[in-house]
Each structure stands twice: as C-alpha cells, then as structure tokens.
C-alpha cells in the first residue's frame, strides 16, 4: 500500500502561481500512475490531472489545461502539481491520489487518497 500527503497549498491572488507536493510512503510509488483531484465547496470532487508511472503520459481536464502541469519524480517517491495563472474557480481542497496501474486517464479507479490541501484564490 501507499500513504500520500500533500502540501504546497495556500491564498494566492488572480494570477498568481502555487506548487503543490506529494509525498508518497510504502511501496509501489514508481509502478503506478497519479493524479492530482479537486473538490470545491458544494461540488463533487472531480479530476484534475495524471501522470503515467514514468511521466511519459499525462492528462488534463480542459479548464486546467495550458496553465498546471503535472510531473513525478520517482527517486523522491513525489509528484507535484505546477499551477499557474491560477482564478478564483481554482479554489478547492486538492487531493493527490495513486492508481495501482500504470497509467490512468479519465475514470480510472484511484485507489490511495490523501488528505487534502486547501488551494484559495482570491480575486
């Protein structure tokens, strides 16, 4: 199994840039994908963006594509997520989250969660 914990998130105005961290543990890390998901207050929680176990695939939801950008770096056990040109419908609680297979794309089944980092932009 596989514990994740996120970090990097904060208030950030219109415009403005975050990077958030995941910091995996256990074993595994380096075999399978990962992905970066959001919840806003009264949404459902949706995906974000993937990266396939050796960076080479990614995958973007339209409304992030062109500003986030996903990476891993397998001897850190860590992905990230680049944010920039960030708006105030960014905000959300972002969730990094790994699926036991190599690669994921809209859909896949996630299978470890972290807990959460608070992503605000103000306007």
């Known amino acids: 199994q596989v514990q994740l914990v996120e970090s990097g998130g904060g208030l950030v105005q219109a415009g403005g840039s975050l990077r958030l961290s995941c910091a995996a543990s256990?074993?595994?890390?380096?075999?399978?994908?990962m992905g970066w998901f959001r919840q806003a207050p009264g949404k459902e929680r949706e995906f974000v963006t993937s990266i396939s176990w050796n960076g080479g695939s990614t995958v973007y939801v339209e409304s992030v594509q062109g500003r986030f950008t996903i990476s891993r770096d397998n001897a850190k056990n860590t992905v990230y997520l680049q944010m920039n040109s960030l708006k105030p419908e960014d905000t959300a609680v972002y969730y990094c989250?790994?699926?036991?297979?190599?690669?994921?794309?809209?859909?896949?089944?996630?299978?470890?969660w972290g807990q959460g980092t608070q992503v605000t932009v103000s306007s």
């Open positions: 256990g074993r595994g890390f380096s075999s399978y994908a």
């Open positions: 989250a790994a699926a036991f297979r190599p690669a994921a794309v809209f859909g896949t089944k996630f299978d470890a």
